[in-house]
T-cell receptor, first 114, second 113 residues
């Protein structure tokens, strides 16, 4: 089955630790995105990537880092510099970043920092 | 960057038609209008997309007036399973020329038995 996979579904970390969230897609999509969602809120864009080895900051990139070494993979690292890391994180991909793009989302990773 | 405005919430009884309107006064010539649905603790799912006039699929219809400054998502005969948050997106081209897929807060639709 083609799709986009995020792992793990739930993640617990101690304050001050870096943590990396996995996102893999086998849809052969060029563009990939990371979003953060807080309770009762919409999605806020953290980073996005149009192509391998290239990525841009979204609206709330501070305290996060990404890499895009392979087309299929776009891992997100939540660093200790992120002041409020507890949230629901969503990864998405689309075939391109054109005006008529349709994004496909993973099931999300719920990160809790204690 | 294009911005959208939607009602924060709506209630509807089962079996009724629901219309959710989105305002996008600054829509650009090349922008498409796309709607997503999100259930709790899940990623959003694409519903429908259009550029002008009317688009219909097996799930919904999308009405876009000639000036394209607004659009209306129409859900026919909603059921309890349509309770979700609905997001309206328009093309959000960054300075680098790529689309960022910016989501607003969406409209929380509650379907009542």
């Amino acid at each position: 089955d083609g799709g986009i996979t995020q792992s793990p579904k739930y993640l617990f970390r101690k304050e001050g630790q870096n943590v990396t969230l996995s996102c893999e897609q086998n849809l052969n999509h060029d563009a990939m995105y990371w979003y953060r969602q807080d309770p009762g809120q919409g999605l806020r864009l953290i980073y996005y990537s149009q192509i391998v080895n290239d990525f841009q900051k979204g609206d709330i990139a501070e305290g996060y880092s990404v890499s895009r070494e392979k087309k299929e993979s776009f891992p997100l690292t939540v660093t200790s510099a992120q002041k409020n890391p507890t949230a629901f994180y969503l990864c998405a991909s689309s075939i391109t970043q054109g005006a008529d793009t349709e994004a496909f989302f993973g099931q999300g990773t719920r990160l809790t920092v204690v | 960057l294009a911005k959208t405005t939607q009602p924060i919430s709506m209630d509807s009884y089962e079996g009724q038609e629901v219309n959710i309107t989105c305002s996008h006064n600054n829509i650009a010539t090349n922008d498409y209008i796309t709607w997503y649905q999100q259930f709790p603790s899940q990623g959003p799912r694409f519903i429908i997309q259009g550029y002008k006039t009317k688009v219909t699929n097996e799930v919904a219809s999308l009405f876009i007036p000639a000036d394209r400054k607004s659009s209306t998502l129409s859900l026919p005969r909603v059921s309890l399973s349509d309770t979700a948050v609905y997001y309206c997106l328009v093309g959000d081209r960054s300075g680098a020329g790529s689309y960022q897929l910016t989501f607003g807060k969406g409209t929380k639709l509650s379907v009542i038995p």
